[in-house]
């Protein structure tokens, strides 16, 4: 279960942005789905601590990670979120492998003990890693890269995955393929997952619930996991399918998420 319920307030000297988001729900992958600007990344920020709210309350599956009202706001590592960042942030000049023990910076710097070395080595080998694990990122594909940052985010071993723009990076072929191995990733870490995103048909292949958010604000919920269940997920698994006309429920969610639905 996710319950956010916070506003907060970002300046500089030209800019003034207010974050007043509220959403609640216990579906295991939750989109948030705007255009740019909407206050996505923030809100992804503020769950993870790195941002700090005026007001509110961030509670996962029964943990309080931050409440105003009763001073809680636990710093960032103890929060238990992995977070994938927009691009993947990859550390350019460490290995994949350095990349992947990153996820446990504390014990990195004095390296790794023998427990922690082999959780990084079954990451590297659950992303199909093991070969690339001394390659630097700048050599690999962007799926490559993007199994890397996977990788690096579950490290910690979270209880939440947040997802900024997974495949923001990746060019539209790439996209469409990657859905299908998340969707795999989704399924085997069996972790609960808030992903943000402009594609639709991001939240068409992965999310069970979307929440649209416009100027800071939810405004509409949509609950993918109604009539047809996951055929979508399946359509981009087995590409040959995509070429089918929309299916009614892609017409209703695209209706719903107000896309054109030939957009
Ligand atoms: N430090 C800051 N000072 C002023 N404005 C900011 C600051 N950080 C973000 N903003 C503004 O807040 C708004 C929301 O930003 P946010 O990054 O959450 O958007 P987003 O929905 O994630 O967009 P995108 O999809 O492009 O990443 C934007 O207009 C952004 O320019």
């Known amino acids: ?22 959403f609640a729900s216990e579906a295991p992958v939750v989109a948030l789905y705007g255009a740019s600007g909407a206050g996505k990344s923030l809100t992804l920020q503020a769950i993870a601590g790195l941002l700090r709210p005026d007001r509110g309350h961030v509670r ?6 931050f409440d105003s009202a009763r001073g809680v706001d636990l710093p960032p590592d103890r929060r238990g979120v992995g977070y994938l ?30 427990d922690r070395a082999a959780r990084v080595d079954a990451l590297l080998r659950s992303f199909d890693l093991t070969e690339l694990a001394r390659s630097r990122p700048a050599g690999l594909s962007g799926g490559q890269q993007q199994r890397v940052a996977l990788a690096r985010a579950l490290a910690c071993g979270p209880e939440l995955l947040l997802l900024d723009e997974p495949f923001a ?37 992965l999310a069970d619930v979307a929440f649209v958010v416009e100027h800071g604000q939810v405004v509409r919920e949509v609950d993918l996991r109604s009539g047809e269940g996951r055929d979508v997920t399946r359509r981009v698994l087995v590409p040959d399918l995509d070429i089918a006309p929309l299916t009614a429920r892609e017409r209703r969610v695209r209706a719903l998420l107000h896309v054109p639905v030939d957009g």
């Open 60 to 65: 996962v599956g029964g943990r309080v990670l």
């Open 169 to 205: 990076a990746l060019n539209p072929l790439l996209r469409h393929d990657l859905r299908g191995q998340l969707a795999e990733v989704f399924r085997r870490w069996q972790m609960p997952v808030v992903m943000i995103t402009h594609d639709v048909d991001d939240v068409l292949a």
């Open 85 to 114: 960042f927009q691009h993947y942030a990859l550390f350019p000049h460490l290995s994949v492998r350095e990349n992947v023990a990153f996820g446990l910076t504390r014990w990195w710097r004095r390296g790794l003990s023998g």
């Open 1 to 22: 279960m996710i319950d956010i319920d916070l506003t907060a307030t970002v300046s500089d000297s030209t800019r003034r942005f207010t974050l007043a988001t509220r």
